[in-house]
């Protein structure tokens, strides 16, 4: 039976309710991870991942506590997968709306050959993006590779390998989870996506836990440096994953064709 985790702030019973409608209406079992409330953290608790060094030099402003609740609730449940040592794990954020073809995808994830570590099960507000690489899968889903990963972690699927390279080079962050993951010359964790999505959030969601804040003030020009330096470093790096799609390494499969950045 495929492990699914839905992160849910204890004080948030109506949404873990209504997920859990969406969820039995499939027929799906699930288990509820508490999330980790980031306003409730203390600044000791709150530092021993977060790095206001790394936020300044990585991204253009401060994340907002609910941002690094956020994060420390996707690593929890990274962690789970490892402790447990699970093949993999979808984790869903509770503002999720199910197709029923999510059991055409839990089923193309079992059968994929290839080694993997990372599949977008959805898109922040459902947006679109260049493909650079798509490989037919059954009942007319794809597995594609997009020119730069999509954002938002409203539901992904993550492998062992997956969770323990995310848990070991992200011990310490500074920007919020989904820009993390996209960052793969980094964490060395490539991502696909599944399309058509099999998940989607509803158009007026808003997340309790993410909390992001339009006070914070932020730099233009540091966003501006970081977003050509990540342009450039993405195309390369795409390049190489779909290289990979072809001609896989018999050590390391197309899930990884190259090593993360040394000292990021």
Known sequence: MTAIFVINLASSTERLNRVSHELNAQNLAFERLDAIDGRKLSDTAIA????????????????????????????????????????????????FVLDRSIHSAIENINTLKQPWQLIKLAAYKDRNRDIAFTKPLADEQHLVIHKKLMSGCCATAVSLAGAKALLKTTATFGRPVDCDLQHVWETGVYGYSLLPYPVSQPDNSQSDIRDRSSKVKKSFWRRKKQQLRSALLNAQYTKQFVKAQQTPSKKKGAAAPLLPIKNH
């Open 48 to 95: 021993q991942h977060y790095s206001a060094d790394l936020n300044l030099k990585k991204y253009h402003k401060p994340l907002s506590k609910g941002e690094i609740g956020c994060y420390l609730s996707h690593r929890k449940a990274w962690q789970t997968i490892v402790d447990r040592q699970l093949d993999y794990a979808i984790i869903l954020e509770d503002d």
